[in-house]
């Protein structure tokens, strides 16, 4: 039996209660499956798109790409995020270069290097030159007024962005559910913590050879955590977990006291949360300092995503402890990235048609149903 024989493989269940079947191999192994993720997962959903504390004055941007489209995220002149397709109206032309959220540009227009068409912050073509002749020769010249072309017409096509506290999402669809429905009680819980009193600190990027949905199945689960990240597992009580799983969104909640109060909390030494919020994101706080991580699983192509890691303190210069939460969380890292890539390496043979997900394996199991649901729209 090969993961390509349709007829011996079977649907996720619906009832994450119960023992299932888990995706068909050949949804993590097939590069059609992978096209078709870009418009059915990414382009249908939010997602997220960087920390609004790195973009505070008007002006300041960062670009994001999702699947085939990047994105400028952008403040504008009434302090607002917007976002727009990184693409002049005028020709098609990529506009800005690539540009990190921790390194972000700042512009008071946007410019399109081709034939100089420029756009306001809130993507309003302004101006165009008198003639691309005259534009040709003088690479610069001032902005003129728009010579027959109609701004309204011509403006970049704007994104949907919303947010989570200090967390910004976008949406490529156009008209999508809110962020709220989505988010569920995610979006509250979040909100009543003081996300945004933090500062990105560092940023660590990692490639890593396997599909991008084998780590975030991995990530989902603590099954595996007894065996490979013994050094963590020290300080936390497995048996003390909680599990949470909602439509969108499920988290991990790990404690050793039991005197812990029942609310959520960035910094408690005793505490430790990991949020995974569909489809490619997630919070992470390991209790070991007053801060937190984040975490984009961003796809490149079926056998390779980059895992985006940002990190957020009081104050950017980290502190000792600070500098252990980043080791620490590191560290959970790499263990994770050698097991998701032996998985890989057995996937990825074709000698596996389905593999199997037992009745306590629920956050997997909502990851598959959800990935699966999406395929079936």
Same mark, same amino acid.
């Given at each position: 039996?090969?993961?390509?024989?349709?007829?011996?493989?079977? &649907?996720?269940?619906? %009832?994450? !209660?119960?023992?299932?079947?888990?995706?068909?191999? *050949? /949804?993590?192994?097939?590069?059609?499956?992978?096209?078709?993720?870009?418009?059915?997962?990414?382009?249908?959903?939010? @997602? /997220?798109?960087?920390? &609004?504390?790195?973009?505070?004055?008007?002006?300041?941007?960062? !670009?994001?790409?999702?699947?085939?489209?990047?994105?400028?995220?952008?403040?504008?002149?009434?302090?607002?995020?917007?976002?727009?397709?990184?693409?002049?109206?005028?020709?098609?032309?990529?506009?800005?270069?690539?540009?990190?959220?921790? %390194? +972000?540009?700042?512009?008071?227009?946007?410019?399109?290097?081709?034939?100089?068409?420029?756009?306001?912050?809130?993507?309003? =073509?302004?101006?165009?030159?008198?003639?691309?002749?005259e534009a040709g020769l003088n690479p610069d010249l001032e902005d003129e007024e728009v010579q027959e072309f109609d701004a309204?017409?011509?403006?970049?096509?704007?994104?949907?962005?919303?947010?989570?506290?200090?967390?910004?999402? @976008?949406?490529?669809?156009?008209?999508?559910? +809110?962020?709220?429905?989505?988010?569920? #009680?995610?979006?509250?819980?979040? $909100?009543?913590?003081? =996300?945004?009193?933090?500062?990105?600190?560092?940023?660590?990027?990692?490639?890593?050879?396997?599909?991008? *949905?084998?780590?975030?199945?991995? /990530?989902?689960?603590?099954?595996?955590?007894?065996?490979?990240?013994?050094?963590?597992i020290k300080g936390i009580s497995l048996n003390e977990s909680e599990l949470e799983v909602n439509d969108y969104h499920w988290?991990?909640?790990?404690?050793?006291?039991?005197? #812990?109060?029942?609310?959520?909390?960035?910094?408690?030494?005793?505490?430790?949360?990991?949020?995974?919020?569909?489809?490619?994101?997630?919070?992470?706080?390991?209790? !070991?300092?007053?801060?937190?991580?984040?975490?984009?699983?961003?796809?490149?192509?079926?056998?390779?995503?980059?895992?985006?890691?940002?990190?957020?303190?009081?104050?950017?210069?980290?502190? $000792?402890?600070?500098?252990?939460? #980043?080791?620490?969380?590191?560290?959970?890292?790499?263990? %994770?990235?050698?097991?998701?890539?032996?998985?890989?390496?057995?996937?990825?043979?074709?000698?596996?048609?389905?593999?199997? =997900?037992?009745?306590?394996?629920?956050?997997?199991?909502?990851?598959?149903?959800?990935?699966?649901?999406?395929?079936?729209?």
């Open positions: 039996m090969t993961q390509w024989d349709e007829s011996q493989t079977q &649907v996720v269940s619906s %009832d994450i !209660t119960e023992k299932s079947n888990a995706l068909p191999a *050949k /949804y993590f192994t097939d590069p059609e499956i992978f096209e078709r993720e870009k418009e059915e997962v990414f382009g249908q959903y939010w @997602v /997220y798109a960087g920390h &609004v504390n790195c973009i505070p004055e008007a002006g300041q941007y960062f !670009t994001r790409t999702i699947g085939d489209r990047q994105l400028i995220i952008v403040r504008g002149h009434d302090g607002d995020i917007k976002a727009f397709d990184n693409v002049c109206a005028h020709r098609g032309s990529k506009m800005v270069e690539d540009t990190p959220m921790t %390194d +972000p540009g700042d512009a008071k227009r946007i410019k399109c290097p081709y034939h100089l068409w420029t756009y306001d912050l809130e993507g309003e =073509l302004k101006s165009t030159p008198k003639s691309f002749d309204e017409e011509n403006a970049l096509n704007d994104v949907h962005v919303d947010s989570i506290g200090p967390l910004l999402f @976008v949406n490529l669809r156009d008209d999508p559910m +809110p962020l709220a429905e989505q988010a569920g #009680v995610m979006k509250d819980r979040l $909100e009543a913590l003081p =996300l945004g009193e933090y500062e990105h600190a560092t940023r660590i990027v990692s490639e890593v050879e396997c599909n991008w *949905k084998v780590f975030a199945s991995n /990530y989902s689960e603590c099954d595996h955590c007894q065996a490979n990240h013994q050094d963590w988290v991990l909640h790990y404690t050793h006291a039991e005197d #812990v109060e029942d609310e959520m909390r960035i910094h408690d030494e005793h505490e430790a949360q990991f949020h995974y919020f569909w489809p490619n994101f997630t919070v992470n706080m390991y209790g !070991t300092a007053d801060g937190y991580g984040t975490y984009i699983i961003d796809p490149i192509d079926t056998d390779r995503f980059q895992l985006i890691a940002d990190y957020y303190f009081r104050d950017s210069e980290l502190s $000792e402890e600070e500098r252990e939460f #980043v080791r620490t969380s590191r560290q959970l890292q790499e263990e %994770d990235f050698e097991l998701v890539e032996r998985q890989w390496e057995g996937l990825k043979t074709g000698a596996l048609a389905q593999a199997q =997900l037992g009745p306590n394996e629920h956050t997997v199991h909502k990851f598959h149903q959800l990935a699966q649901d999406a395929y079936d729209s």
